[in-house]
């Protein structure tokens, strides 16, 4: 068998000329131009690649934002001074605090200072909570994309077995809450799992989220599963996920590329949750 390319970049370009249309409408209808707020922290450099491409994207899709490009020396308190301003702001539906965050920075205090209805990347304990509890909210963006992406291939999810390595509260935790809302079996693996290949076999979804180059090899996967790659490493300047792609192309049913594959969703959702944040106002 080989798979599929689950291509993100597609998808997302879809995703976004239909967010620029709901903008219009928005504009029109009610005079709301959604806007984002950006903020990033000291000189880590993926992290303002990120940015960078966080910003045009807010801009291909006609909506306003603003970037604060701040030291790695802020404190806390000049950091949660901003965020305050930022909730009173009139103009600004989201709020985007860009992590990790430097060092002596809490940032459980800092995404809980965001009001939860500008929390566009769903990190507050209220959203994360609304999730849990499988009502609407703000969703965390990549998890969300990877649901997208998932439900792209047209596979039904509901019934069937969901692996996902990694349980972080950005990426991990979020996409397994949400498989669970779709009716998968989820197993949820990670560093202290005792033999992860037992459970990776067993999987009709697999999601990779641990930061790992190769973690995932071609003889660890079940033949005809759907796997999405959302490990996000710099290696020589270049990004690369959790899976062998050459290895496991020759098995999967679908298989997202890296770059193009995770990466692109995350952004569309990320302006998705943007426009629904100013609609709900
Ligand atoms: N750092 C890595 N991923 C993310 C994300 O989705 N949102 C924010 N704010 N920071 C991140």
Not at 213 to 241: S, W, Y
Request: glycine share 8%.
């Amino acid at each position: 068998m080989t798979a599929k390319i689950l291509d993100g970049k597609k998808l997302s370009k879809e995703i976004k000329e239909k967010i620029a249309n709901d903008i219009k409408a928005l504009q029109k209808s009610k005079g709301i131009i959604p806007g984002l707020a950006v903020i990033i922290a000291g000189d880590d450099e993926a992290s303002h690649v990120y940015v960078s491409m966080k910003e045009k994207a807010c801009e291909s899709v006609g909506m306003y934002s603003k970037s604060f490009k701040l030291p790695g020396t802020i404190t806390q308190e000049e950091l949660l001074k901003i965020i305050d301003e930022l909730n009173d702001d009139e103009k600004i539906h989201g709020i985007l605090v860009q992590l990790p965050l430097p060092p002596g920075i809490d940032e459980r205090m800092v995404n809980e200072r965001i009001l939860p209805s500008k929390d566009i990347d769903g990190f507050h304990a209220i959203n994360h909570g609304r999730l849990f509890l499988g009502e609407d909210s703000l969703i965390p963006c990549t998890p969300k994309g990877i649901i997208e992406l998932i439900k792209y291939t047209g596979v039904p999810i509901s019934g069937k077995h969901a692996v996902v390595i990694g349980r972080s509260n950005i990426v991990g935790k979020p996409t397994a809450m949400l498989l669970l809302r779709e009716n998968a079996t989820v197993t949820i693996c990670h560093s202290k799992t005792k033999d992860l290949t037992s459970h990776v076999r067993s999987a009709d979804i697999l999601v990779s989220a641990a930061g790992i180059p190769n973690l995932v090899r071609g003889n660890m996967v079940k033949e005809g599963a759907i796997v999405i790659d959302a490990g996000t490493r710099v290696v020589e300047d270049k990004l690369v996920g959790d899976v062998n792609f050459n290895e496991v192309e020759k098995i999967a049913s679908w298989l997202t590329p890296v770059p193009g594959g995770v990466g692109p969703m995350t952004i569309a959702m990320l302006l998705q949750n943007t426009l629904k944040a100013a609609m709900m106002k």
